[in-house]
């Protein structure tokens, strides 16, 4: 408990131990009043204090007002123990929900605990403490065993296991050898690394996803916009209608003070606090449980869309595939070997990050010398141009090559063809195959079971290998050879078939999509580990590139949405039903209170299950 709750408590006990004396006591008159109204003020005064100044603010209508008003009205009817008693429960829920908010707070706080407190740099040949944002790009730091990785580099020296499971929910530790890049916010579990920094902290991958949960809860979900437009007409409206309560009867059938007794409990039993205070913190809740299984989501917003999707997306490579390829065949045109085929595609593609351009220069096993090579030019969706020992060269698919009046030869086999052109001379092609991920297929079938309508695969690759991966997958539609702005409009296409009310889902690994990433209706990207053109053009990033987590998504979605309905019937359902049996006199003030402190709370209870993610966690298997 904060130092403020705790206040609160003491007080809840002070006055609830005062409000019991008074009642015992024999005091009458003027000296039983004043012997109520000291529990009365130690409990209530800071209502009473805020419903003032938002009337001096000219915001009147609030919980404040409507619990200052239906007390003090109380007291002068007379009716004292309930007076106090309805401020006493009042704070006794208010205190219920600032301990839930804290909680869930806190949980998120804990399972984002991955902000680096130090980076190690090596002065003098010592080790000394630094504040990760002094660090610079091109530093070396240190990072032992058992600390946090504070800043995204690549490993210089020394081997290790990391732990990433802070960020992407998976309990694998990944391997960290000399040359593997290293994401900040993952954890050294065994070895000493030293790290060349590859960007100032407040670039890094550990920066970028505290902001975006920091920032997620701005973006209001409609079911939170509805809650705050109902709550601003809502209480005007119950308080005109408690003044008609109290005045319509009295004039027709006398007895104004029935009348007003029922009207003040109609104002107690109104209080929206439960509505206002579980729905936002269902969707908070939604998005932290969804934060620890490795799924950043940017806003209530988009939970509430990803329960209506209806046609999903998908790119190909590195997303339904592996995206590492290996050379399966090399033909070579005569007068070339080989080896120079490979070697001059590894060199060429040695600036790019493309899978493909990282899967040949992993097959080419010798030394790369970037210094030979120049002037990249990469072309999305086709391949790219370079010049390698000064000669230009081209690689990339059968649309380059013709672009450039080339025919390429054609191949049989399938799997995706680099060819290969040297000053304008078509050299051969090399034939690498990607592996399809082993729980795509699953994932898919999944989605399908979740009311997903439609599943396409849009791909720039050739129509044989996009084809054989849509088949083995059970996707619904594909399409191939697509350059990136063909995805964009393709994605235009399927917009105006998704059924009305429903949502288009698009799902890439970041590798030049963000186009279509942001023109659908939800962008989602994954493999997020150190892509940061992927997390800013995304909608929900999953931080690690397993298909099956877009089902996952999907689960904590609908779960979260499942709580907010219930809460939102629950709460209007008995405040509804209540409401009335005050009106008809069928409730006294302490129902009234029972009624309105124990939907807040069973509404808060209920919203803090959707933090809960033990049922969409793979079961641990034990080994
Ligand atoms: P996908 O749509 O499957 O994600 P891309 O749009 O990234 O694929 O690329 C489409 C096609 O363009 C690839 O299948 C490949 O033939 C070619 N291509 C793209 N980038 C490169 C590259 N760096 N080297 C060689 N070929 C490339
Ligand atoms: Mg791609």
Known sequence: MTRKQKKTLARILVSAVLLAAAWASPLEGIWRLAAFLVPYLIIGWDVLWKAIRNILHGQVFDENFLMALATVGALVLGDYPEATGVMLFYQVGELFQSYAVGRSRRSIAALM???PDYANIRRDGQLVQVDPEEVAVGDTIVV????????DGVVLSGESTLDTAALTGESMPRQALPGSEVISGCVNLSGLLEVQVTKEFGQSTVSKILDLVENATAKKAKAENFI???????????????????????????????????ALIFLVISCPCALVISVPLSFFGGIGGASRCGILVKGGNYLEALTRSDIVVFDKTGT????????????????????????????????????????????????????RVGQVQEIAGQGLLATVDGGRVAAGNARLMEGMGLSPAACDQPGTVVHLALEGQYMGYILISDQVKPDAADAIAALKQQGVRKTVMLTGDNQATGEAVAAQLGLDEVHTQLLPADKVERVEQLLGQCKAGRHLVFVGD??????????????????????????????????????????????????????????????????????????????????????????????????????????????????
């Open 113 to 115: 605990d991955i902000r």
């Open 144 to 151: 032992q065993p058992g600390e946090k990785i504070p800043l």
């Open 228 to 262: 705050t437009r109902f709550a601003r007409w809502y209480t005007p409206a119950v308080v005109i209608a408690a003044a008609a309560l109290a005045l319509i009867p009295s004039l027709v059938v006398g007895g104004w003070q029935i009348w007003l007794e029922r």
């Open 320 to 371: 339904l595939t592996k995206g590492v390829f290996a050379v399966s065949d090399i033909r070579p045109q005569p007068g070339f070997s080989k080896d120079q085929l490979l070697e001059t595609a590894a060199l060429a593609e040695s600036y790019s990050n493309h899978p493909i351009s990282q899967s040949l220069r992993a097959a080419w096993q010798g030394q790369i010398d970037t210094a």
């Open 510 to 623: 970041g590798v030049n999509d963000a186009p279509v990433l942001s023109r659908a209706d939800i962008g989602i990207a994954m493999g997020a580990m150190g892509s940061d053109a992927a997390i800013e053009a995304a909608d929900i990033v999953l931080m690690d590139d397993s298909p099956a987590k877009i089902g996952t998504a999907l689960s904590i979605a609908r779960k979260t949405m499942r709580i907010v309905h219930q809460n939102i019937v629950f709460a209007l359902g008995v405040k509804g039903l209540f409401l009335l049996m005050g009106a008809f006199g069928a409730a006294n003030m302490w129902e009234a209170v029972f009624a309105d402190v124990g939907v807040a709370v069973i509404a808060i209870l209920n919203a803090t299950r959707a933090l809960n993610i033990s049922e969409f966690q793979p079961k641990k298997n034990t080994k």
